[in-house]
């Protein structure tokens, strides 16, 4: 069944940086939008960054200017540079088209943001 593989996450301080990365088992996803989002405990999964076919981004606010989306079609993999991390970060992050396919979710990464 295809689904993403994310990885990267870990523990790290307010204020540090990961880089995660999202690669599928499959070929045919270049021409969606890409999309990272993230689940809190007790919350609802949420988007926090998007990327189209041709390299548009979008974020969201609590994100914007601290993450960065990027994607690499020939080798169908999406990454996302995180700096300035707070502890509000921590989540499990996934990466999913846009609109998301409920069969596409994979197993997440876990960030936490602590000290």
């Known amino acids: 069944q295809e689904q993403f593989v994310e990885s990267g996450g870990g523990l790290v301080q307010p204020g540090g940086s990961l880089r995660l990365s999202c690669a599928a088992s499959?070929?045919?996803?270049?021409?969606?939008?890409m999309a990272w989002y993230r689940q809190a405990p007790g919350k609802q999964r949420e988007m926090v960054a998007g990327?189209?076919?041709?390299?548009?981004?979008n974020y969201a606010v609590s994100v914007k200017g601290r993450f960065a989306i990027s994607r690499d079609n020939a080798k169908n993999m999406v990454h996302l540079q995180m700096n300035s991390l707070k502890p509000e970060d921590t989540a499990v992050y996934y990466c999913?088209?846009?609109?998301?396919?409920?069969?596409?979710w994979g197993q997440g990464t876990q960030v936490t943001v602590s000290s």
């Open positions: 999913n088209t846009v609109p998301h396919l409920n069969y596409y």
């Open positions: 499959g070929s045919g996803h270049s021409l969606y939008i």
């Open positions: 990327i189209t076919s041709g390299g548009t981004t």
